[in-house]
Structures are given as C-alpha cells and as structure tokens.
C-alpha cells in the first residue's frame, strides 16, 4: 500500500510547492522563503524508510526540479537532495528517532541544503551576494516554513514510511 | 600491474570511489550546462514538457482563489483606481489622436526617403501573450515557466514584459514551455552574463548598460554612464536596442540615485525596475520581427 502512496503523494507535494504554496506566502516575503516540502519528504524518508529509498527519492526529484526549472545550471538540486537525503538515512536509519530529534535534523538538513545550494552557485558565479545576506534573507525565513511543514506531516509522514520499512525487513525474513 | 594493485587498494573502500566519480560527473554536468543552450536534448524536454503540462492544471485557479481574496480586500482601494483610471483614459485618447497624425506623417517620411521593406519593418516588434504555469521554489533560480515554447517561434534571450515593464529574458526553451529569468538575477560576473543596453525616455542621447541587480537595495545597477551624460534622478530607463538583442523601447524602471562608479571614469545609476516580479499570471514575450538570416 504504502510505495503506492508514497510516490504520488510526492509529486502532488512537487506540483503543490511549485504553483499552490507561492500565492499563500505572503507578500512581503515572497521570494525569501521557499518551500522545500519535497526535501523534507525525502528526509522523512531517510529518517524511516531506509538510506536507499532516500537517495531515490532525493536524486528522482532533486533532477525534477532540475529540469523543470533550468534556469542557470543542472544538477544542483540532484546531487543536493540525493545526497542529503542519503546521509541521513546512512547516519540515523533504524535509529529510534523521537519527534523533536527528527524535527531537529531535518532543520539542520535543510539548512544543509540552502547552504550547499548557496556555495555551488557562488562557485559558479552565478550568484554575487554574501551568505550573510542570502542566510537572513532567504535561508533562515525558509527554515521556519520547513520545520512547520514537517511538524504537520510528521505523524502520516512516519506511518506510511515506517510501514515501508518493515515490511521490506519481513520480506528479507 | 603493482602499481594497478595499489590503486586499487586505494579505491577498496567501494563508497568512496563511487561518492568520486558522482562528484566529477555532477561538475560536469554543472559546467556543462551553465552557458547558453540554444536546443536541449530529447529527455529534457520530455520531462520538462511533461511535468509543466501537469503544474499547470495548478497554478491558475490557485492564482484565481488567491485574487479573490485580495479583491475582497482591496475592494476599498478599487474607487481611487477608477478615478485614476479615468484620467489616464483620458489622456490617452487626446495623445491617440496625435499619435495617429505622427505616425501617417512617418510612414510618409518612410517612404518618401525610400527606407526598405527590412528597415521598415525593423521596429514591428510582435508581443505575445503568455500565462505563467508554475514558480521555481529555489531562492536563488527563481525562474518561472511560461506556456510558450519554441514550437510557438520563441527563442533563448527574448525580452519577457508586463503591462508594467520588462520583467525578464527567455532562459531555456522547452517545445511547449519555456523558462523566464527575471531580471532580478542578471549578473555581470557570470559565464552567461547579459547586459541590456539602456537608455531614458526623457533624454535619447543617453546610454548606460544594466547589468547587475542589488538584491540588498532591491535595484539594477546601470553601468558605463558617461560623465557628461545628461540622465538624472526620477528619468525613466527604457531599453535602447543598440545591440540587436532586445528589443528598442521596453520600459524598465526609474533611476533612484547616480553617483560615480567603481573606477571612477564613469557613472553608475541604481534604477528602481518598475515591474512587479511576485505573482505574475500573464506575461507578454516581444518577439523581434523576423529579418530574414543577418540578424541573430
């Protein structure tokens, strides 16, 4: 049941963070805080589905938004997300991870994230501003909006993904 | 052989070459395709086709829900607006009627100094209407993806504009849909750096060139003003199609300060843009008339 959902419940979330979430930010903030709910996903996923599953979710829909959005480069997101996501599943996957913990690492996750994103840009000169500036005018509002949004799915979020994981073990039973 | 052996001794941990080679083959593909791409390959476009077919299904009536509500909330605002309104009405059909006289007049000044069917047509500039379908979440790529792609006769760099003024450039073009970059994320040290020529309404000799954009004052910096130029504060930058890239004539924004530029030889100006980047529904694409294979 639960590789059925979890699939299309992300690109809803993909289709969602791209067209519905940029008119429900408020005006004075629009363009500093960016949903990142496909990220969080994928953590979510790191976090109780397994290292794998994260990275598949992670570079699948990292490389969506890749080309969707083909602005200045390709792969950013890709090997951003990718890699993230896998690291936390490498480091806390079959953990017992409490709700603050997992709200807590997808923060610092998706901080990660912006940072990464931020430095590759500037290596390649696509982008001229300080990471002070870019960290309190984009990164850190952003972070609000993530942990908020993992704190609302964080219960069917675990449900659907921590099923996943346990049946996968009874099937290697 | 002994040498191979201890290569591969190096590489035994199977993670770490693995994590080696993704890393080289990501800066390939990062480097590869920073510049500019006049035609992207076939799963590209597949894929970015697709899923945009699908966003927009999404983005309108959630733009629809969205004016409701501010509607309902600006209904008080909607009174002055009329008012206003109704003056820019009316002073534009008194400069229509001067409008139609100058141009009868210059159509027969056109032909009387026998321009060319091509120089004649140099300044028919076609503009298209466009619905945006969908909003990058990414703070620093925050393209936007417009229904128009280059089944539709649109190209890499074309001037994107609102009722309001220029918005952004053509970034990738797609079949059906292409992204637009706004002019917010130009960028003089870039790779793919693009600079626009400008030029302001209320004196035609003027020339600077945009090229970068301030985020932390919310301007664009024109450049490589002259000293002895004679644009001032409150002048209106539209484009001046020197250059051939965009079109002439494109309104951009209002310069807010000038002061001397870096090195000291020329002038710099910070230009407020006069078009709103947030929330934008319909965009028009100029697309220059088509001359024939000199122009690009």
């Known amino acids: 049941m639960n590789t059925k959902w979890v699939i299309p419940l992300t690109v809803l979330l993909f289709m969602l963070e791209t067209t519905v979430v940029p008119w429900l930010i408020p005006e004075p903030m629009y363009g500093r805080i960016a949903p990142h709910f496909v990220f969080v996903a994928a953590l979510y996923a790191g976090l109780y589905a397994g290292r794998h599953a994260a990275l598949f979710m992670g570079f699948i829909f990292g490389l969506l938004q890749d080309i969707v959005f083909y602005g200045h480069l390709l792969g950013v997101h890709t090997l951003l997300m990718g890699a993230i996501a896998y690291l936390t599943g490498f480091l806390l996957e079959g953990k017992r ?30 982008t001229h501003e300080t990471f002070e500036f870019v960290l309190l005018h984009s990164i850190a509002p952003s972070l609000f909006l993530q942990i908020g949004f993992a704190l609302a799915v964080y219960v069917p979020a675990r449900r659907l993904l921590e099923a996943k994981a346990k049946k996968s073990t009874d099937e290697e039973e | 052989m002994g040498r191979v052996s201890e290569l591969f001794r190096i590489f035994r941990n199977r993670k770490l070459f693995v994590l080696l080679i993704v890393l080289i083959v990501f800066a390939a593909i990062m480097g590869f395709s920073l510049g500019q791409r006049d035609n992207l390959t076939w799963p590209e476009n597949f894929v970015g086709d697709s899923v945009t077919f699908v966003q927009q299904w999404f983005y309108k009536p959630a733009g629809y829900l969205a004016g409701l509500f501010e509607d309902i909330r600006t209904m008080r605002d909607l009174y002055r607006e009329n008012e206003e309104l109704r003056t820019t009405v ?46 990058s979440q990414d703070p620093l790529n925050p393209t936007f993806k417009i229904n128009l792609g280059s089944t539709d006769g649109i190209r890499p760099n074309m001037a994107v504009v609102t009722t309001d003024g220029l918005v952004g450039l053509v970034s990738r073009v797609f079949p059906l849909y292409s992204t637009v970059m706004p002019i917010t994320q130009l960028n003089s040290e870039s790779s793919g750096a693009q600079a626009i020529s400008a030029t302001v309404m209320e004196h035609k000799e003027s020339f600077g060139v945009i090229e970068d954009y301030d985020a932390q004052r919310g301007m664009l910096v024109m450049n490589r003003i ?49 078009a709103d980047f947030d929330r934008l529904a319909e965009v028009f694409v100029v697309v220059p008339p088509d001359l024939g294979e000199e122009t690009p």
């Open chain 1, 97 to 126: 991870i409490p709700m603050l913990a997992a709200l807590a690492v997808i923060g610092l996750g998706c901080f990660l994230y912006d940072s990464a994103a931020y430095g590759i840009y500037r290596v390649f000169r696509v």
């Open chain 2, 90 to 135: 009316a002073r534009y059909a008194r400069d229509r009627v001067t409008y139609n006289r100058i141009e009868l007049e210059n159509e027969r000044l056109k032909e009387a100094l026998a321009f060319k069917e091509r120089q004649k047509r140099m300044f028919d500039y076609e503009y298209v209407i466009a619905q945006v379908v969908a909003v």
């Open chain 2, 226 to 274: 002259a000293e002895d130029d004679p644009l001032s504060e409150r002048d209106v930058v539209i484009t001046s199609g020197l250059g051939g890239v965009y079109p002439y004539g494109l309104v951009i924004g209002t310069v807010e300060t000038r002061q001397v530029g870096d090195f000291g030889l020329t002038h710099t100006a910070y230009v407020k843009p006069s």
